[in-house]
């Protein structure tokens, strides 16, 4: 049935599409109106992504208690054509949730400066009701360089309260000159990786360090193809928190657009995960990027078209197809392999994070590595015994690989490297040369 607030609702959605806060206020049980809210989170986390059908479409989705009022938090960055669809989940489950009170737009205290939503970059911040004297977060250092001619348009912190943010744009053009102001300043420059700039032609970023604090300083242009009639801002961001290292090689800034080559491989993937992640879980996360990656390639040849001719059953179609690049592993690699993605699937599970799917199976062989129990025997009948191993490998890697990449989503979007405890869970159970082993062989099965 239509709610008669639907139409702004989705208005809101797609205008603030990377920090949508919708909120249940004056229900008569928030704890119904918390679960509706929970359920719609789950159901949106399945939406796929329309350019990666393997990940989820948003970067964060989850509904948090602001002082009794639960209120569903979500970024799709870009993606508003979803605006409607996402209204219409969250009002279909208080509706079937009998919730009552009403949905809207998180009510946001009075701002002190002109807020944009779209210099919101970083999930786990909340807005600044109070600036400094000097109109800056207070944690910014004495006499900080401020854009010239620009207007402050965010002042956020950490919910942990280590890091702040704040972003200021301007119509007339790039912020030219800004860079300098920082050297001038003291700052030290460091590179960032060429992954996290990547399909953002107008991006420049660089780590800044000075006298122990530091952070990250970005130039960006919005997009005109965001919103209809939006007009053209330019933006600067810059993050800072009171610690931080300085890098290992300093720079000299380029206010250019980033233009150097788009990394592949196991390097591009090591740089990314030193550069987003402590130290402990550094070779986690190149796994999982390798996993996804493999992962990714054997989806393609899952999805192919059938060949009309081949009468063979589906599993024994698939097995041919994965045989040509999981042959390429000895029986261990995929023993590994399979071993590592379960896991961290089970890991998931009883973290709570996904639930536990019908007839999942999970059994220890007679070396103790996991294996999908129900998957093995549902096909061992349909596919030729020698190709059976490669076949579970490519199955558990495709059905499980958007799993463990969701659990680690918000390492991208958060300001700073997140601690290693809020993400080590995902590995429990697994010696570093599984790890090390299932990383390595998945790169072996992209090796051209």
């Not at 800034?253 to 090591?270: F, I, M, Q, V």
């Not at 699937?345 to 639930?355: C, E, H, S, Y």
């Amino acid at each position: 049935m239509p709610h008669p607030d639907e139409p702004a609702l989705v208005a809101y959605v797609a205008e603030h599409s990377s920090a949508t806060a919708l909120a249940v206020y004056d229900a008569t049980e928030p704890a119904a109106a918390f679960a509706a809210l929970q359920a719609a989170a789950a159901e949106i986390s399945q939406i796929r992504h329309p350019a990666e059908p393997d990940t989820a479409l948003p970067n964060w989705c989850a509904v948090l208690d602001d002082d009794g009022v639960p209120v569903l938090h979500l970024d799709m960055k870009d993606e508003i054509r979803y605006a409607a669809l996402v209204v219409r989940i969250v009002l279909d489950q208080l509706a079937g949730g009998r919730v009552d009170g009403r949905l809207a737009p998180k009510r946001e205290p009075k701002s002190p400066f002109s807020h944009d939503p779209r210099a919101a970059r970083y999930d786990g911040m909340d807005p600044l009701t109070e600036l400094d004297g000097r109109g800056l977060p207070p944690g910014f250092p004495a006499d900080f360089p401020v854009p010239e001619r620009a207007t402050l348009v965010l002042a956020e912190r950490s919910r942990t309260g280590a890091v702040e943010h704040a972003a200021w744009r301007r119509s007339t053009g790039p912020f030219t000159g800004y860079l300098d102001q920082l050297r001038a300043y003291g700052c030290t420059f460091g590179a960032v990786p060429r992954l996290l700039t990547v399909g953002d032609p107008g991006n420049v970023q660089y780590t800044l360090w000075r006298q122990g604090a530091g952070g990250t300083v970005t130039l960006y242009q919005s997009s005109a193809a965001r919103l209809p009639r939006s007009p053209l801002y330019w933006y600067v961001s810059i993050i800072w928190q009171p610690q931080a290292e300085p890098p290992a090689t300093a720079v000299e800034p380029d206010e250019a657009p980033d233009t150097r080559p788009n990394p592949t491989g196991p390097a591009a993937a090591r740089e990314l995960a030193e550069f987003l992640v402590p130290t402990q879980l550094v070779l986690g996360y190149e796994t999982v990027m390798a996993l996804a990656t493999a992962a990714r390639a054997l989806n393609g040849l899952v999805n192919a078209p059938p060949d009309p001719a081949d009468r063979r059953p589906e599993p024994a179609v698939i097995a041919s197809r994965f045989a040509p690049l999981l042959g390429r592993l000895d029986h261990d690699q995929l023993s590994t392999v399979r071993h590592v993605c379960l896991t961290m699937v089970a890991n998931v599970l009883a973290n709570g994070r996904r639930p536990r799917p019908n007839g999942l199976t999970l059994v220890a062989d007679e070396d103790g590595y996991l294996y999908a129990a129900d998957l093995r025997e549902g096909v061992q009948d349909a596919v030729d015994p020698a190709h059976l191993p490669a076949f579970e490998t490519g199955a558990v890697l495709v059905q499980s690989a958007p799993m463990i990449t969701e659990a680690l989503s918000g390492i991208r979007s958060a300001p700073v490297p997140p601690p290693a405890d809020r993400y080590a869970w995902l590995f429990a159970g697994l010696a570093p040369q599984h790890l090390t082993a299932a990383r390595d062989a998945c790169w072996q099965i992209l090796d051209e």
